[in-house]
Antibody
Framework: QVQLQESGPGLVKPSETLSLTCSVSGGSISSYYWTWIRQPAGEGLEWIGHIYTTGSTNYNPSLKSRVTMSIDTSKNQFSLKLTSVTAADTAVYYC???????????????WGQGTLVTVSS | DIQMTQSPSSLSASVGDRVTITCRASQSISSYLNWYQQKPGKAPKLLIYAASSLQSGVPSRFSGSGSGTDFTLTVSSLQPEDFASYYCQQSYSTPWTFGQGTKVEIK
């Protein structure tokens, strides 16, 4: 059974770079899309973007100028970097495996447990 | 971006009630619609994909329907473990977007 685990600093200073890694266990990272999603406290879910095992990416335009995703298939890990963070980037960050169905169907399952990142000086 | 609007934003219901949550897309998304359940402090869990396909392991009291712009998630007989927030999500076009969520509370 595939499991995902996010890791990284829980506190980041304003204007600095948020860096998170998602470790995948119980299965191969190959042949899937891998997604980052965030959720500010008490709010809804925001898709940040995804990366395929080839390294191709698709980012949310609202964050595109600040986001970089990468993947290391040898370590079964993928990563998120978000630059120039502000308090508005404070959220729980989730990683998720993205499966593809027929046509344009994509869904997120499973998810990591999430990690809270607070942006504060 | 495709806007996803859920209604109601919250509801109170009793164990055994039939509950229906609606999700409306700002444009047609065919059947590219998924539903998730989220309990406090936990990650979302996939319930339904492709508008009406039940994810493996999800109880059959959950069902989904709809296509185009209007979708529903129904819980046929609400159980204590179903009190949670529910989100719809479209994958018709990026950026993939979620509804704002519906919180199901105990009456």
């Amino acid at each position: 059974q595939v499991q995902l685990q996010e890791s990284g600093p829980g506190l980041v200073k304003p204007s600095e770079t948020l860096s998170l890694t998602c470790s995948v266990s119980g299965g191969s990272i190959s042949s899937y899309y891998w997604t980052w999603i965030r959720q500010p406290a008490g709010e809804g879910l925001e898709w940040i973007g995804h990366i395929y095992t080839t390294g191709s990416t698709n980012y949310n335009p609202s964050l595109k100028s600040r986001v970089t995703m990468s993947i290391d298939t040898s370590k079964n890990q993928f990563s998120l970097k978000l630059t120039s963070v502000t308090a508005a980037d404070t959220a729980v960050y989730y990683c998720a495996r993205t499966s593809a169905g027929a046509g344009l169907l994509y869904w997120f399952d499973p998810w990591g447990q999430g990690t809270l990142v607070t942006v504060s000086s | 971006d495709i806007q996803m609007t859920q209604s109601p934003s919250s509801l109170s219901a009793s164990v055994g009630d039939r509950v229906t949550i609606t999700c409306r897309a700002s444009q047609s998304i065919s059947s590219y619609l998924n539903w998730y359940q989220q309990k406090p402090g936990k990650a979302p869990k996939l319930l339904i994909y492709a508008a009406s396909s039940l994810q493996s392991g999800v109880p059959s009291r959950f069902s989904g329907s709809g296509s185009g712009t209007d979708f529903t998630l129904t819980v046929s007989s609400l159980q204590p473990e179903d009190f949670a927030s529910y989100y719809c999500q479209q994958s018709y076009s990026t950026p993939w977007t979620f509804g704002q969520g519906t919180k199901v509370e105990i009456k």
